[in-house]
């Protein structure tokens, strides 16, 4: 689906230096330059956003971290499949019943590093950070917040290089033609109205200009072609959905607004992720040839609308409560670690990257 990156995977462990640490996050990175710089068609992007989708507990970088390795070792001959199904640490899998094969190498992630940091915040609602003997002004309230301190690479493992105990089976949509997963598009109204958006239907794209679908920032109000199969209405909402997660006026004050056609690749993309992890089969829709929108820096706009498209998506999809797939998150993993955690002196596993993302301590890794 996406184009392999350049180099092989790598076995780094604890130990090296700092300089060290750095060269292998700077090499990661210029992994994922190398991937983004490879989609040069809307077909290789849909590819890209079909992985987006059946990783979707992943960060953008992180997910073309992972499939580019995995590639490599398609290639190798270290893997059975071209793509993984799912990820996670050495020790989850280890809680899971399964062991990593010999010879196989871990995948490189960037995983986050975060420290505390007091933030001042003053009647205004001004803030900054205090220095560690620096002392708040009279009218400054503090408080405590982890922020971002650059990043380390951690090593994760795909189920395709593992043995052992199966895996339970996941949640896997069936849905027949037309028709939309069970209570997703109530859902999909209530996160819109969470936003403070009204949702109405329409007889048919006449009253909306042509469209399946149209967002509105004042009123805020998305609108729904009302005579179009289940399907084609729940995709069309959730694209509404995108463009109101990522495009709303009041997001770009004092910034530049980006061009009618990147929002738009941008809610379709977020729509694609979202109907895929729902099991609605959405091929057909094509999307616009990348770099026509991306312009000459292309690799630079695909990764920044990537990361957006990726944080939106997933918090659709976190949000749903219909059935969907793992998004990546290996079977029985949080079933595993808890019974794991409850067994006296049993080594604790540490966190799995998706475990620090989805708590909220990842950011936009």
């Excluded at 077909?43 to 990783?55: A, F």
């Excluded at 380390?152 to 199966?166: C, K, L, M, N, Y």
Aim: hydrophobic share 40%; net charge negative; charged share 20%.
């Amino acid at each position: 689906m996406v184009s392999p990156m350049s180099g092989t995977p790598d076995m780094a462990r604890d130990g090296h230096s700092r300089e060290d640490a750095a060269e292998r996050v700077a090499s990661a990175q210029a992994r994922i330059e190398t991937a983004v710089a490879a989609i040069q068609s809307g077909t290789e992007w849909r590819n890209y956003l079909k992985l987006q989708s059946s990783l979707h507990a992943y960060s953008a970088n992180n997910v073309w971290l992972i499939c580019g390795q995995h590639a490599v070792a398609f290639e190798q001959g270290l893997v059975g499949t071209p793509w993984p199904t799912y990820v996670a640490g050495f020790n989850t899998w280890k809680a899971l019943g399964r062991s990593v094969a010999k010879g196989q190498h871990g995948y490189q992630i960037l995983a986050p590093n975060r420290r505390a940091a007091r933030i001042a915040t003053d009647a205004a609602g001004h803030s900054r950070t205090l220095g560690a003997d620096e002392t708040p002004a009279a009218d400054e309230s503090v408080e405590t917040r982890r922020v971002l301190k650059g990043f380390r690479i951690e090593h994760v493992f795909a189920a395709e290089q593992t043995s052992g105990d199966p895996l339970p089976e996941p949640p896997i949509p069936k849905l027949l033609d037309g028709r939309a997963p069970d209570g997703l598009w109530d859902n999909i109204i209530g996160q819109v109205s969470d936003h403070g958006y009204a949702v109405h239907l329409v007889p048919s794209a006449d009253a909306i200009g042509g469209a399946n679908g149209r967002t509105t920032w004042d009123p805020p109000l998305v609108e729904v072609r009302s005579d179009m199969d289940e399907a084609a209405r729940t995709k069309t909402l959730i694209h509404e959905l995108g463009h109101v997660l990522l495009h709303d006026p009041t997001e770009f004050e004092g910034k530049i607004h980006p061009a009618r056609g990147l929002k738009e690749v941008e809610a379709e993309s977020v729509a694609f992720i979202v109907a895929d992890a729902h099991g609605m089969v959405t091929d057909d829709y094509s999307f616009p040839y990348v770099t026509a929108w991306a312009g000459k820096d292309g690799a630079k706009a695909v990764r920044a609308t990537a990361t957006r498209v990726a944080s939106a998506a997933h918090s659709i999809i976190e949000a749903s409560t219909a059935t969907h797939g793992t998004g990546g998150r290996a079977p029985g993993v949080e079933a595993a670690l808890q019974s794991r955690r409850a067994t006296p002196r049993a080594e604790t596993p540490a966190p799995d990257l998706w475990q620090l993302e989805t708590q909220g301590v990842g950011g936009a890794v």
